[in-house]
């Protein structure tokens, strides 16, 4: 049986008397305060700090009076950013060990570090201030609270991705949900270094590189896929022309032939631009080879037509939990854009659209690695056909959720390996024999 998940708990009696003190002081403060004259927008003006700062400092200085063991500065920075920013947001957006924020109740914020999800030190001091915290992330795309839907999209500049979900469809209070783009990635050369897989895997992968074979990275959500593109798309020759479609752009691309488009939600100044809507424009710009991040619609049969028309090696993102799965999946999603078109049509060019599924997993303990490798070997009339190349078997459950395991080949040799051979290409085979 998998381990049950487990949330580990951060906050101590020392820090709930914090909040207890941060309460105080912002009751203390409203006394004082025009709530209605308080910043709505974000960032907010630098007059703003300055007069609200010397306010609450006063506020503060009532509350704490003479008493020792409480850092007075950080206590006014707490309750400042509540006053005028993001509140406890502002901690950890700028802390670089977290990557992502849930902000479920203004007394209950979940953060993760190194994949584990921790209670956050930090809350909110009461519902107010986290509504008031959604309305200035909502006035950063140009909504106020007559306009504002129920669920919004808020990006910054540096790519972090925030989620606002209003009540009613919030239950109680605003939700709120900010995924951090990671500021390096992984280079492929250290997958296997750091057990995402194995020394045959990464050979093979950096074969498929050089033979601009098209990959399909499935995987559940969070579970590394977006990683695993990054560190394949690096090592993409200088020379080919990369266009990347990004639901959020955060692939770093260092080839000076790469181009990145992005797609954005509606705003009140003009309509949402949508994956189907960019992967119409990428094929205008006469790309080599196309990574798309992810595949979620009718998106799927224009990369489908873009990889069999030319841009080989191009690669792409989708959930599913294996490679069979993430077939159908693709399967399903080009049969829902197109009309008139058979299975049987759909099978032979999702097989010539597509050489090579790489699945990802993410385990209990946080830890990452790539569970299958499979090639796409033709289709039928009734499915694609596909062979597995490597697999990770899991050995039973270590502590704290680890899965020990090993990274196993099929024996199985690739077509296209064979077919290169036969070219005269000198290639390792022995990397499918255990």
Same mark, same amino acid.
């Given at each position: 049986m998998p381990p049950r998940p487990h949330l580990e708990l951060v906050r101590d009696l020392e820090n709930d008397s914090w909040t207890e003190h941060c309460r105080r002081v912002m009751e203390l403060f409203m006394t004082r305060f025009d709530p209605r004259d308080l910043p709505q927008t974000y960032?907010?003006? %630098?007059?703003?700090?300055? /007069?609200?700062?010397g306010e609450l400092s006063r506020c503060v200085d009532q509350e704490l009076g003479r008493q020792g063991g409480i850092d007075k500065n950080a206590l006014l920075d707490q309750v400042a950013n509540e006053a005028v920013a993001l509140g406890p947001l502002e901690f950890y957006l700028d802390d670089e060990s977290v990557t992502e924020i849930h902000v479920n109740r203004h007394d209950c914020i979940v953060v993760e570090r190194d994949g584990q999800l921790l209670a956050g030190e930090y809350g909110y001091t009461s519902v107010d201030f986290l509504y008031l915290t959604a309305q200035r992330l909502l006035s950063m795309i140009g909504h106020t609270?007559?306009?504002?839907?129920? =669920?919004?999209?808020? /990006? $910054? +500049?540096? +790519?972090?991705?925030? &989620? @606002?979900?209003?009540? %009613?469809? #919030?239950v109680g209070s605003p939700l709120i949900v900010v995924r951090k783009p990671r500021r390096q990635y992984l280079p492929l050369e250290d997958f296997a270094s750091? +057990?995402?897989?194995?020394?045959?895997?990464? !050979? $093979?992968?950096?074969?498929?590189?050089?033979?601009r074979r098209s990959i399909l990275i499935a995987g559940p959500n969070g579970s590394g896929r977006s990683s695993l593109l990054n560190a394949l798309a690096a090592k993409i020759p200088e020379g080919a022309r990369i266009v990347s479609v990004e639901a959020t752009a955060m692939l770093q691309l260092p080839q000076r032939t790469a181009v990145c488009l992005e797609t954005q939600p509606a705003t009140p100044y003009g309509p949402a631009i949508d994956l189907e809507s960019l992967m119409n424009?990428?094929?205008?710009?006469?790309?080599?080879? @196309?990574?798309?991040?992810?595949? /979620?619609? %009718?998106?799927?049969?224009? $990369?489908? &037509?873009?990889t069999a028309a030319g841009a080989a090696g191009s690669i #792409?993102?989708?959930?599913?939990? +294996? #490679? &069979?799965?993430a077939l159908r999946r693709l399967e399903q999603l080009a049969l829902s854009s197109t009309q008139g078109f058979s299975g049987r049509a759909i099978y032979d060019q999702l097989a010539r659209a597509i050489d090579v599924v790489v699945v990802m997993h993410r385990f209990a303990d946080g830890s990452r690695r790539i569970v299958e490798i499979a090639e796409?070997?033709?289709?039928? !009339? !009734? =499915?694609v056909d596909i062979e597995t190349l490597f697999t990770y078997e899991t050995q039973g459950m270590g502590d704290a959720g680890a899965s020990p395991g090993q990274f196993l080949a099929s024996g199985y040799i690739p077509r296209f390996y064979r077919e290169l051979e036969s070219g005269g290409v000198r290639l390792n085979s022995d990397i499918f024999r255990d």
């Open positions: 960032p907010p003006e %630098p007059e703003w700090r300055e /007069r609200i700062y609270p007559a306009t504002a839907p129920l =669920h919004s999209e808020v /990006r $910054f +500049g540096d +790519g972090t991705l925030v &989620q @606002v979900v209003l009540p %009613p469809v #919030a750091k +057990g995402l897989c194995s020394p045959n895997m990464l !050979s $093979f992968l950096e074969t498929c590189l050089d033979a424009t990428a094929l205008r710009l006469r790309p080599e080879r @196309v990574l798309l991040d992810p595949i /979620r619609g %009718p998106e799927a049969n224009l $990369f489908m &037509q873009a #792409a993102v989708i959930g599913a939990l +294996g #490679a &069979q799965d796409v070997c033709g289709a039928t !009339s !009734s =499915h």
